[in-house]
């Protein structure tokens, strides 16, 4: 700890983060404390989390993967002392501009809010995907202890009672720095999660806790129109939000959504026909 640092601690969730995880950690340097709560990696994740100065604690949850339970276990578990916790992913960096911001919340007597919403800069191919993703994307990363805990499954948001902020510097998303193996590994668990909600929405006939009311809207709209997801998301992004602007790196991005809605779209059809006792 230097006489400099927040009175923030930074929470990483990681599994097998060995490529990314130095980065991100040293983008946090000026955080009382930085823990990294790991799934179980089989590679040099906690080495390098241990090399950096990170906290290190293992919890490995039962499949499916919750980041939202991942990230309440760490609030419990992890003998937290700050009044504030920033969590950051293992892809992701704190910019300069950002990082000015949490000092000034950390330090501001009498903080009228519970949690603040971050926006990331997406970076793929080292472009700035602004148009494509709709920046700025908003996202729960920051809390004051005690106030706030998160919801939501794969999709998490913020469950408190408190209000909550949003700060306007992004911090810095490379959304693709593992490769292309790793991007189908994730999504396919992604998909996997999606499709048991859409089922369970079909058979409940409710939205389900989406966090905001734009957003329960949003989803339930999506839900009903699950079929078409693969096409209507691929030409929101590539074209309603004016993406291919963005250049041909959006274009890869957005077919690769396309993949990912086509895997949720089969696997909810399997699922039907598997409750049906009809053959995959």
Known sequence: MTTNTADITAIVL???????????????????????????STDRTVAVAEEKGADVYTHVQPPPFR??????WALDSCAI??????????????TA????????IATTPGEPHAAYELTPRYLFWGTWLKRTLGYPNWHPRLLRLGAARFAG???????????????????????????MDDWIARHVRYASWDAEMQCSLMTSGRAGNYGTVRKARLRALAARLWRWRPLARFLYMYVYRLGFL??????HFCRRYFIYDTMFV????????????LPL
């Open 14 to 40: 990681t599994k097998n983060e060995e490529l990314t995880l130095a980065r991100a950690l040293e983008s946090l340097s000026f955080c009382r404390r930085t823990i990294v709560v790991d799934s179980g």
């Open 67 to 72: 980041i939202d339970a991942q990230r309440n």
């Open 81 to 94: 002392r700050t009044q504030w916790v920033l969590f950051l992913d293992a892809d992701e960096v704190v």
């Open 97 to 104: 501009a950002l990082q000015d911001s949490l000092r000034k």
């Open 153 to 179: 499954g794969v999709w998490e948001h913020f469950d408190t009672q408190g209000h909550v902020g949003r700060i306007h510097e992004p911090y810095d998303h490379f959304a693709n720095c593992k490769g």
């Open 246 to 251: 963005d250049g041909m790196a959006a274009l």
């Open 266 to 277: 089969q696997m909810v059809i399997e699922k039907q026909r598997a409750a049906k006792g």
